[in-house]
């Protein structure tokens, strides 16, 4: 197929800083992927215990929802631009940290967790500083093909990082002579170096200032925070269908997510390795990114709330399957299932969220959204750790996904949700 032709399907590319931006993505998440199954497949080796593995999303939540709105105030006050290249930098060197201390052998439960704290505040501030610049990116006609390959980098990355940490852990790392980088440590390592392709994209693009309809609406002292803070809860309180739209998302995940769970699937219940672990992890993003790849090239969908309502009654159901599976390969395909539903909402939600939303409050609005968005999988991976320390794996992953199922029926009874249009008017 000519390159002409992809290019009138992926209309997003056709912009060099959207380009950039999405290349650059596309290698930091992969990087991040990967560093983010070398911490749970450590912390599962150090403790043995489902409940300290579902710590590390519940510790890393903690500073999300504190900082998020101040935040995304500061996200519609500044050049967005600096705001990433600053959080992308100290990413980097929570990474470069990781590795330093898993190499010399000194690690401990309390650093990982640390770090991970800090980790949950840097991507408070960027998270929504990003939300709110993506959309300055193309011209509003062609954002949802921007969500949608958005998306399938995400889920490339998702694919490939689970992989890339279980073959760099399986093979010990690597060894060049006089200087050896153990396994988990080399993954540490690796993230950091994929962070410079996101430093680069942020340097080389133009000054992102949010768009300010007349001088009053710039923050002037530190007490006007609290009221721009309180503009953004308004308007989402306001706007049932933004609101609807994070909410499903926020309880289908505090119920459906499990993958703290995943290592002692692995292990425990069929009896493999850390080869098993990110094989079901890369089943999910497998998933993920084929559901976005085919999104990338369809017309938008018109009725983009019921589709997200379907697409978490799937979500729920794979997952209740998988919880008692006995086949692997099954186990596989269902939580592909998982990740193409996940993907699906993912990019109709963002849609609806980022097209009602205007461009002065989008920080602030991001700001909402992360913190739902974070803290949904996050403390559902420290619910599923806890139940499952108790009643077992496979019930608490069943109660999740029997959970999902009730949140789309009770959200399908949302009108504003259900009967949602898309239009870029």
């Given at each position: 197929m000519r390159p002409m032709h992809w290019l009138r399907r992926l209309p997003a590319l056709r912009y060099r800083t959207?380009?950039?931006?999405?290349?650059?993505?596309?290698?930091?998440?992969?990087?991040?992927?990967?560093?983010?199954?070398?911490?749970?497949?450590?912390?599962?080796?150090?403790?043995?215990?489902?409940e300290a593995v579902g710590m590390i999303p519940l510790i890393r939540v903690v500073p999300t929802i504190l900082l998020s709105l101040p935040a995304g105030v500061i996200a519609d006050q500044l050049d967005r631009r600096k705001?990433?290249?600053?959080?992308?930098?100290g990413l980097l060197g929570v990474a470069v940290a990781l590795g330093w201390i898993t190499m010399s052998g000194a690690v401990q439960l309390w650093h990982i967790y640390l770090l991970m704290a800090i980790t949950g505040a840097l991507r408070a501030f960027d998270m929504p500083a990003r939300h709110a610049l993506v959309p300055r990116l193309v011209p509003l006609r062609h954002f949802p093909n921007a969500v949608t390959l958005n998306s399938v980098a995400w889920r490339i990355s998702e694919v490939g990082g689970p992989v890339l940490m279980g073959v760099m852990v399986y093979r010990g790392g690597f060894d060049f002579g006089a200087f050896a980088v153990p396994g988990l440590a080399s993954c540490y390592f690796f993230n950091a170096l994929t962070f410079l392709a996101?430093?680069?994209?942020?340097?080389?693009m133009p000054p992102h200032l949010p768009e300010f309809e007349?001088?009053?609406?710039?923050?002037?002292?530190?007490?006007?925070?609290?009221?721009?803070?309180?503009?953004?809860?308004?308007?989402v309180r306001k706007n049932n269908v933004v609101r609807s739209s994070m909410l499903i998302d926020f309880w289908a995940?505090?119920?459906?997510?499990?993958?703290?769970?995943?290592?002692?699937?692995?292990?425990d219940i069929f009896g493999r390795d850390v080869s098993a672990f990110s094989q079901m992890q890369a089943a999910i993003a497998v998933g993920s990114f084929l559901?976005?790849?085919?999104?990338?090239?369809?017309?938008?969908?018109?009725?983009?709330?019921?589709?997200?309502?379907?697409?978490?009654?799937i979500y729920g159901l794979a997952t209740a399957l998988f919880a008692f599976c006995p086949v692997y390969w099954l186990a596989l395909v269902l939580l592909a299932m998982t990740g193409a539903a996940d993907s699906v909402s993912t990019i109709w939600r963002q849609t609806i969220r980022q097209v009602r939303t205007p461009d002065r409050l989008r920080g602030r609005v991001g700001a909402v959204a992360g913190i739902l968005q974070r803290s949904g999988p996050q403390l559902g991976d420290y619910e599923a750790g806890f139940v499952g320390e108790r009643l077992g794996v496979?019930?608490?992953?069943?109660?999740?996904g029997i959970a999902c199922l009730g949140i789309a029926g009770l959200w399908y009874r949302s009108k504003a949700l259900r009967e949602y249009e898309h239009t870029t008017k």
């Amino acid at each position: 197929m000519r390159p002409m032709h992809w290019l009138r399907r992926l209309p997003a590319l056709r912009y060099r800083t959207y380009r950039e931006f999405f290349a650059g993505s596309a290698l930091s998440n992969l990087g991040a992927f990967a560093q983010s199954s070398a911490v749970i497949w450590q912390v599962a080796e150090m403790t043995g215990s489902p409940e300290a593995v579902g710590m590390i999303p519940l510790i890393r939540v903690v500073p999300t929802i504190l900082l998020s709105l101040p935040a995304g105030v500061i996200a519609d006050q500044l050049d967005r631009r600096k705001v990433l290249l600053a959080t992308q930098l100290g990413l980097l060197g929570v990474a470069v940290a990781l590795g330093w201390i898993t190499m010399s052998g000194a690690v401990q439960l309390w650093h990982i967790y640390l770090l991970m704290a800090i980790t949950g505040a840097l991507r408070a501030f960027d998270m929504p500083a990003r939300h709110a610049l993506v959309p300055r990116l193309v011209p509003l006609r062609h954002f949802p093909n921007a969500v949608t390959l958005n998306s399938v980098a995400w889920r490339i990355s998702e694919v490939g990082g689970p992989v890339l940490m279980g073959v760099m852990v399986y093979r010990g790392g690597f060894d060049f002579g006089a200087f050896a980088v153990p396994g988990l440590a080399s993954c540490y390592f690796f993230n950091a170096l994929t962070f410079l392709a996101m430093i680069l994209a942020y340097w080389r693009m133009p000054p992102h200032l949010p768009e300010f309809e007349s001088e009053s609406e710039r923050i002037q002292s530190f007490g006007e925070i609290l009221p721009a803070i309180r503009e953004g809860l308004a308007f989402v309180r306001k706007n049932n269908v933004v609101r609807s739209s994070m909410l499903i998302d926020f309880w289908a995940t505090f119920f459906s997510t499990a993958d703290a769970l995943l290592p002692f699937y692995a292990t425990d219940i069929f009896g493999r390795d850390v080869s098993a672990f990110s094989q079901m992890q890369a089943a999910i993003a497998v998933g993920s990114f084929l559901a976005a790849l085919v999104m990338s090239v369809l017309r938008p969908m018109r009725k983009q709330g019921l589709g997200v309502i379907f697409a978490v009654a799937i979500y729920g159901l794979a997952t209740a399957l998988f919880a008692f599976c006995p086949v692997y390969w099954l186990a596989l395909v269902l939580l592909a299932m998982t990740g193409a539903a996940d993907s699906v909402s993912t990019i109709w939600r963002q849609t609806i969220r980022q097209v009602r939303t205007p461009d002065r409050l989008r920080g602030r609005v991001g700001a909402v959204a992360g913190i739902l968005q974070r803290s949904g999988p996050q403390l559902g991976d420290y619910e599923a750790g806890f139940v499952g320390e108790r009643l077992g794996v496979r019930l608490s992953v069943l109660l999740g996904g029997i959970a999902c199922l009730g949140i789309a029926g009770l959200w399908y009874r949302s009108k504003a949700l259900r009967e949602y249009e898309h239009t870029t008017k």
